[in-house]
């Protein structure tokens, strides 16, 4: 099974900032990686599939990178409403998993 | 558009069976139906998917604990899971997923807004 290590577990920013999230993958997934936001109460959201392909209707402000086993999300000025956890995601023959999540919150 | 929406009881005994209803609008035979889950304050942990009778595939922590059907008939998913304990407390979502042909990622597109399920005597 294919560990996804986030960091930072928690990024303290000011709306307007940039935040760069990190994922990395216990061993080369290529550019398998989804991305997603959940807020407090709500469901998961799908931001970035690909490593680096927004999904339908995703701000510009987001963006996903890499490949292997690093990628990044980076939110290139940060919204009220963008501040909530982060997840990456990657499927393998292994099976699916999840990171244990970054909690970006409003400094 | 595809909706997911999850139904099945709030609450269940230890050493019960859980069983979850996904009800799909915008149902297809070739819609993939998946099951993840979130315990209180913790990380998303996948659980099951379905495409077809054919293409059925579980967490490896938990395969020999559940099942997941597709009822196209009912437009439904369904995931059973035996001998339920305390520490699957969780919220249950069904997902809509996806294969992305070229990198062979899964990606979940579409979810259910969740069922809280508590596992207490």
């Known amino acids: 099974e294919i560990v996804l290590t986030q960091s930072p577990a928690t990024l303290s920013l000011s709306p307007g900032e940039r935040a760069t999230l990190s994922c990395r993958a216990s061993?080369?997934?290529?550019?398998?990686l989804a991305w997603y936001q959940q807020k407090p109460g709500q469901a998961p959201r799908l931001l970035i599939y690909?490593?680096?392909l927004r999904a339908n209707d995703i701000p510009g402000r987001f963006s996903g990178s890499g490949s292997g086993t690093d990628f990044t999300l980076t939110v290139s000025s940060l919204e009220p409403e963008d501040f909530a956890v982060y997840y990456c995601?990657?499927?393998?023959?292994?099976?699916?998993?999840f990171g244990q999540g970054t909690r970006l919150e409003i400094k | 558009q595809v909706t997911m929406k999850e139904s099945g009881p709030l609450l269940v005994k230890p050493k019960e069976t859980l069983t979850l209803t996904c009800t799909v609008s915008?149902?297809?035979?070739?819609?993939?139906v998946s099951w993840v889950r979130q315990p209180p304050g913790k990380a998303l942990e996948w659980l099951a998917h379905?495409?077809?009778?054919?293409?059925?595939?579980?967490t490896s922590s938990l395969k020999t604990r559940l099942t997941i059907s597709k009822d196209a008939s009912k437009s439904q998913g369904v995931l059973t899971m035996t001998d339920m304990d305390p520490l699957d407390t969780a919220t249950y979502y069904c997902?809509?997923?996806?294969?992305?042909f070229g990198s062979g990622l899964y990606m979940f597109d579409s979810w259910g807004q969740g069922t809280l399920v508590s596992v207490s005597s």
């Open positions: 379905i495409f077809s009778s054919d293409e059925i595939s579980y």
């Open positions: 915008g149902f297809s035979d070739r819609l993939g």
């Open positions: 995601q990657q499927r393998s023959t292994g099976g699916i998993t």
């Open positions: 690909d490593a680096s």
């Open positions: 061993q080369s997934i290529s550019d398998s």
């Open positions: 997902a809509r997923i996806r294969r992305v």
